[in-house]
């Protein structure tokens, strides 16, 4: 039965193959991105009032947010950009959800293979893309052992499952409302800075610097790039595993629950 | 070009009247989009009160930065949102339904929609510019009258993104889809525009200088404005710089046309 | 009103090659193969005509229209319409045409009808005075009042069509083209649309039409241009096509018992009988010496039918018998 699962993530990462040079031209973007963070962090760290920051206490400097930006850009492309809703919104807009709720698979696990695949896609072609880039100009760190390299590919594959997950509750809304750009475009905002992407989440001042870190975004880039880094210890896995637990709970509920509306609305 | 104006201003009237229509999703999408866009800001601020300044621009003036820079791309958006979306014309072939009108097809892509769905993104942008300004001037760091100039930087600004669009725009017609090519070209020159341009490597700096000229949209304006060291002509030349850069996306544009007259879609 | 002398266009179609290197060497090799979409051809169409433009797909029929309202350029010969020249003076030929693409909307999607046809008068110049008397006249000829505050978007396709034929003549432009006017449209709104097309073009408008519906080219014109491969292959009146190609209507009749011997002498000379069967047969004619109905009330005098079923030749029919 799980082989299903993992056809549907082949066929998936198969099928966008196709665009992989308008990808190409993408990650250059993205690349540009990268070294504006970068730039900003060294701006920011030449400041006289650097010393002053605290930040080096906690293990940071200029060189050390080099490194966190770029293994960050790299990592976002399997932990953070999947489709929106995990394109749910469409099948419902189209209606094909009926018959895709009718398949004798389950829902959610369905749905996120298909994700994966292409997140798989992502990992070759924009990942490794991107680290070279990085590693031919202004240069990619080594994780800080061998534990945190390993450690580093369990947070990723947390931080990407977790995302599939809070994906999918943002498509499945769509079994409520019909308008669901609104709750993606709210998320995603909020969870681009949550995840810290281009800052650390500790450095946020007071209450949300705290909280932030226990937040699933954290997940999704801040714990995979630290742990490389070394900057964090493998025990922070956990607090992404138990989002994972508790966002999967959550999934299959509104799934039940979204199947059971659409049975009585009507497509 | 005054019948285009008449008719555009009609379109813009009519959109916004359809769009108050469905009024309370326009205001959640307006103040929503605005709300997230400025959390986003705020947060960054926050790291940036911390070292207290970048690169000798302290907070307020990189608010200025990114409220002149959003408002201005924000503003494109909503005013020439078909050009940034011109691919879908040629995938669909529509760009012959607009052939055969007498205006340029440019034009037309100009008044075929205003995007009042988006406006929420200049809006908070611009309260950004205002708050940041308005703290600027009690401070002293900017003169009531400098402050005057910056709608005219806003101005110039959303000129040079739709050049930079419409520029984007002909690559299509040689390529078909432009959405990738405009993370390049747009997406990240506008958030570079957001930061002071001289945090960044030389090379990247020059090629928002001359290419992709985001430095006209607010960071060049604002060395003079701010009294960073600019003298007062820079504002004239980056005036003049915007114009000259549209003459030649402009020719770019009618070749690229001039290119699909002769292959077709 | 439209003279095409000459006219030809070729298409360059580049040799795809797969992969990296496929695609570097395309950027710098010209390999690939020159394609005639349309084969110099010559065609004048004087004002008040109302012509049918047709040929299987492929045959270069769009590419012509494409280069009659100015967008594509022809490589070779010469093009006029409403006395300019589409591929110097495309503001100017703009300007005194009309055009409907079947499928595609020229309005704005988001507004009202009434906003469109706003805008558009100002894009064309069109006096207030002189746009709400032909708004109005219009409107009325095809019932256009129920959806002039209805957005584009939320209109049929028979409603769309409407509208946007009213959008295209609200300019009174002396030359209209249309690409398919009445496809997907039902019988009741294939006829409207039909008698509002007669009604113009009584009224003076030149009209060129593309279209695959014989009944579209029954009712209305009066002059078919046949393009082929790029090539005109015929260009007159379609009952002369007919008659040249001897293309008959077909009748099928099943009768309630056997096909009685006495039909091959039906109208001796005007009809051909075949028996297609036990209680069935096909009966050819020409429409234009017999009418259907005469056909059939001689067939009912010979014995009691249980059905009848009317085919017309299609236009790929015609086509394909035109040159074998």
């Given at each position: 039965m799980s082989l299903v699962y993992f056809t549907v993530a082949r066929k998936s990462y198969a099928g966008n193959l196709q665009y992989r040079w308008a990808h190409m031209a993408n990650n250059v973007g993205s690349f540009v991105f990268g070294l504006l963070y970068i730039s900003f962090w060294v701006a920011l760290f030449r400041q006289p009032s650097a010393a002053e920051t605290g930040l080096s206490e906690l293990g940071y400097s200029a060189q050390v947010m080099r490194g966190y930006i770029a293994v960050a850009q790299v990592t976002l492309w399997v932990t953070f950009f999947a489709s929106p809703g995990l394109l749910i919104g469409r099948l419902i807009r189209t209606g094909e959800i009926s018959m895709e709720l009718a398949r004798p698979v389950d829902f959610f696990l369905y749905t996120i293979a298909k994700e994966a695949g292409r997140l798989y896609y992502g990992l070759v072609h924009r990942s490794l893309p991107m680290l070279l880039m990085f590693a031919l100009t202004v240069g990619f760190p080594r994780p800080a052992s061998v534990v945190c390299a390993l450690g580093y590919a369990a947070a990723v594959l947390i931080g990407a499952y977790n995302t599939l997950c809070m994906n999918y509750l943002v498509g499945a809304t769509g079994f409520w409302t019909k308008d669901i750009t609104w709750a993606h475009r709210l998320l995603y905002s909020a969870a681009y800075s949550l995840a810290g992407t281009m800052i650390p989440v500790e450095i946020y001042p007071s209450a949300l610097g705290r909280i932030a870190q226990y937040l699933p975004f954290a997940a999704q880039c801040y714990y995979p790039v630290e742990i490389y880094l070394g900057l964090r210890s493998l025990p922070y896995l956990l607090i992404g595993l138990a989002w994972g637990a508790a966002l999967t709970v959550v999934c299959r509920k509104v799934t039940a629950l979204g199947r059971r509306r659409l049975e009585v609305q009507g497509g | 070009m005054k019948e285009f104006l008449r008719a555009y201003c009609l379109l813009v009237a009519t959109s916004l009247r359809s769009a108050m229509q469905y009024r309370f999703s326009f205001v959640a999408t307006t103040v929503g989009s605005g709300l997230i866009g400025l959390v986003d800001f705020l947060m960054l601020a926050?790291?940036?009160?911390?070292?207290?300044?970048?690169?000798?621009?302290n907070v307020y003036e990189v608010a200025l930065l990114y409220g002149t820079s959003a408002a201005a791309l924000g503003l494109f958006r909503t005013l020439g949102s078909q050009i940034y979306e011109f691919d879908a014309y040629l995938v669909n072939g529509e760009l012959d339904s607009l052939l055969?009108?007498?205006?340029?097809?440019?034009?037309?892509?100009?008044?075929?929609?205003?995007?009042?769905?988006?406006i929420g993104q200049p809006m908070h942008a611009l309260i950004v510019t205002v708050l940041a300004a308005v703290h600027l001037v009690r401070s002293g760091a900017l003169s009531p009258l400098a402050a005057a100039l910056i709608p005219l930087c806003i101005v110039n600004g959303t000129l040079v993104y739709a050049g930079i669009s419409i520029a984007t725009a002909t690559v299509g017609f040689w390529t078909t889809r432009i959405d990738d090519l405009q993370t390049i070209t747009i997406y990240a020159p506008s958030t570079a525009a957001e930061y002071p341009l001289s945090i960044l490597p030389g090379w990247l700096r020059g090629l928002l200088h001359t290419i992709l000229p985001v430095a006209l949209t607010n960071y060049l304006p604002l060395l003079y404005l701010l009294g960073k060291g600019a003298p007062w002509y820079i504002l004239p030349v980056c005036l003049a710089a915007t114009g000259f850069y549209l003459v030649l996306v402009w020719r770019f544009w009618q070749y690229g046309l001039r290119k699909y007259n002769s292959t077709g879609s | 009103?439209?003279?095409?002398?000459?006219?030809?266009?070729?298409?360059?179609?580049?040799?795809?090659?797969?992969?990296?290197?496929?695609?570097?060497?395309?950027?710098?090799?010209?390999?690939?193969?020159?394609?005639?979409?349309?084969?110099?051809?010559?065609?004048?169409?004087?004002?008040?005509?109302f012509v049918a433009y047709l040929g299987p797909n492929g045959a270069g029929k769009s590419t012509t229209i494409k280069m009659l309202t100015g967008i594509l350029h022809p490589t070779q010969g010469a093009v006029r319409v409403a006395g300019f020249d589409p591929t110097l003076r495309r503001a100017e030929v703009a300007r005194r045409i009309g055009v409907v693409f079947g499928q595609r909307t020229q309005l704005w999607w988001d507004l009202p009808v009434l906003d469109s046809y706003e805008i558009l008068q100002r894009m064309y110049r069109v006096p207030r005075a002189v746009w709400s008397k032909r708004l109005a006249d219009l409107s009325d000829l095809l019932g256009l009042s129920g959806i002039l505050d209805a957005p584009v978007r939320n209109l049929s396709l028979g409603q769309r069509m409407r509208a946007e034929l009213v959008g295209a003549l609200l300019h009174d432009p002396p030359v209209l083209f249309l690409d398919e006017p009445t496809i997907g449209l039902d019988i009741q709104a294939k006829e409207r649309i039909r008698s509002f097309l007669a009604e113009i073009n009584a009224r003076g408008t030149t009209i060129l039409m593309t279209t695959h519906d014989l009944g579209d080219i029954e009712r209305l014109c009066r002059r078919i241009i046949l393009i082929n491969h790029g090539k005109i292959r015929y260009d007159g009146a379609l009952e002369a096509l007919r008659r040249e190609l001897g293309l008959p209507t077909v009748l099928t009749v099943e009768f309630a018992g056997q096909v009685p011997p006495g039909i091959s002498s039906l109208f001796a000379g005007r009809a051909e009988f075949s028996a297609t069967g036990a209680t069935t047969a096909e009966v050819r004619f020409d429409r234009s010496s017999l009418t259907a109905g005469a056909v059939v009330n001689a067939l009912n005098d010979l014995g009691e039918i249980r059905d009848i079923h009317l085919r017309e030749p299609a236009i790929e029919e015609i086509i394909r018998r035109l040159y074998g």
């Amino acid at each position: 039965m799980s082989l299903v699962y993992f056809t549907v993530a082949r066929k998936s990462y198969a099928g966008n193959l196709q665009y992989r040079w308008a990808h190409m031209a993408n990650n250059v973007g993205s690349f540009v991105f990268g070294l504006l963070y970068i730039s900003f962090w060294v701006a920011l760290f030449r400041q006289p009032s650097a010393a002053e920051t605290g930040l080096s206490e906690l293990g940071y400097s200029a060189q050390v947010m080099r490194g966190y930006i770029a293994v960050a850009q790299v990592t976002l492309w399997v932990t953070f950009f999947a489709s929106p809703g995990l394109l749910i919104g469409r099948l419902i807009r189209t209606g094909e959800i009926s018959m895709e709720l009718a398949r004798p698979v389950d829902f959610f696990l369905y749905t996120i293979a298909k994700e994966a695949g292409r997140l798989y896609y992502g990992l070759v072609h924009r990942s490794l893309p991107m680290l070279l880039m990085f590693a031919l100009t202004v240069g990619f760190p080594r994780p800080a052992s061998v534990v945190c390299a390993l450690g580093y590919a369990a947070a990723v594959l947390i931080g990407a499952y977790n995302t599939l997950c809070m994906n999918y509750l943002v498509g499945a809304t769509g079994f409520w409302t019909k308008d669901i750009t609104w709750a993606h475009r709210l998320l995603y905002s909020a969870a681009y800075s949550l995840a810290g992407t281009m800052i650390p989440v500790e450095i946020y001042p007071s209450a949300l610097g705290r909280i932030a870190q226990y937040l699933p975004f954290a997940a999704q880039c801040y714990y995979p790039v630290e742990i490389y880094l070394g900057l964090r210890s493998l025990p922070y896995l956990l607090i992404g595993l138990a989002w994972g637990a508790a966002l999967t709970v959550v999934c299959r509920k509104v799934t039940a629950l979204g199947r059971r509306r659409l049975e009585v609305q009507g497509g | 070009m005054k019948e285009f104006l008449r008719a555009y201003c009609l379109l813009v009237a009519t959109s916004l009247r359809s769009a108050m229509q469905y009024r309370f999703s326009f205001v959640a999408t307006t103040v929503g989009s605005g709300l997230i866009g400025l959390v986003d800001f705020l947060m960054l601020a926050a790291v940036l009160l911390r070292f207290k300044a970048i690169d000798g621009w302290n907070v307020y003036e990189v608010a200025l930065l990114y409220g002149t820079s959003a408002a201005a791309l924000g503003l494109f958006r909503t005013l020439g949102s078909q050009i940034y979306e011109f691919d879908a014309y040629l995938v669909n072939g529509e760009l012959d339904s607009l052939l055969v009108r007498p205006w340029d097809p440019l034009f037309l892509l100009l008044a075929r929609k205003f995007d009042a769905g988006r406006i929420g993104q200049p809006m908070h942008a611009l309260i950004v510019t205002v708050l940041a300004a308005v703290h600027l001037v009690r401070s002293g760091a900017l003169s009531p009258l400098a402050a005057a100039l910056i709608p005219l930087c806003i101005v110039n600004g959303t000129l040079v993104y739709a050049g930079i669009s419409i520029a984007t725009a002909t690559v299509g017609f040689w390529t078909t889809r432009i959405d990738d090519l405009q993370t390049i070209t747009i997406y990240a020159p506008s958030t570079a525009a957001e930061y002071p341009l001289s945090i960044l490597p030389g090379w990247l700096r020059g090629l928002l200088h001359t290419i992709l000229p985001v430095a006209l949209t607010n960071y060049l304006p604002l060395l003079y404005l701010l009294g960073k060291g600019a003298p007062w002509y820079i504002l004239p030349v980056c005036l003049a710089a915007t114009g000259f850069y549209l003459v030649l996306v402009w020719r770019f544009w009618q070749y690229g046309l001039r290119k699909y007259n002769s292959t077709g879609s | 009103m439209v003279e095409v002398t000459g006219l030809r266009k070729e298409f360059f179609i580049p040799q795809r090659r797969g992969g990296l290197f496929g695609a570097v060497r395309g950027l710098a090799s010209r390999a690939g193969r020159t394609v005639v979409a349309v084969d110099g051809i010559n065609f004048s169409i004087v004002a008040g005509e109302f012509v049918a433009y047709l040929g299987p797909n492929g045959a270069g029929k769009s590419t012509t229209i494409k280069m009659l309202t100015g967008i594509l350029h022809p490589t070779q010969g010469a093009v006029r319409v409403a006395g300019f020249d589409p591929t110097l003076r495309r503001a100017e030929v703009a300007r005194r045409i009309g055009v409907v693409f079947g499928q595609r909307t020229q309005l704005w999607w988001d507004l009202p009808v009434l906003d469109s046809y706003e805008i558009l008068q100002r894009m064309y110049r069109v006096p207030r005075a002189v746009w709400s008397k032909r708004l109005a006249d219009l409107s009325d000829l095809l019932g256009l009042s129920g959806i002039l505050d209805a957005p584009v978007r939320n209109l049929s396709l028979g409603q769309r069509m409407r509208a946007e034929l009213v959008g295209a003549l609200l300019h009174d432009p002396p030359v209209l083209f249309l690409d398919e006017p009445t496809i997907g449209l039902d019988i009741q709104a294939k006829e409207r649309i039909r008698s509002f097309l007669a009604e113009i073009n009584a009224r003076g408008t030149t009209i060129l039409m593309t279209t695959h519906d014989l009944g579209d080219i029954e009712r209305l014109c009066r002059r078919i241009i046949l393009i082929n491969h790029g090539k005109i292959r015929y260009d007159g009146a379609l009952e002369a096509l007919r008659r040249e190609l001897g293309l008959p209507t077909v009748l099928t009749v099943e009768f309630a018992g056997q096909v009685p011997p006495g039909i091959s002498s039906l109208f001796a000379g005007r009809a051909e009988f075949s028996a297609t069967g036990a209680t069935t047969a096909e009966v050819r004619f020409d429409r234009s010496s017999l009418t259907a109905g005469a056909v059939v009330n001689a067939l009912n005098d010979l014995g009691e039918i249980r059905d009848i079923h009317l085919r017309e030749p299609a236009i790929e029919e015609i086509i394909r018998r035109l040159y074998g």
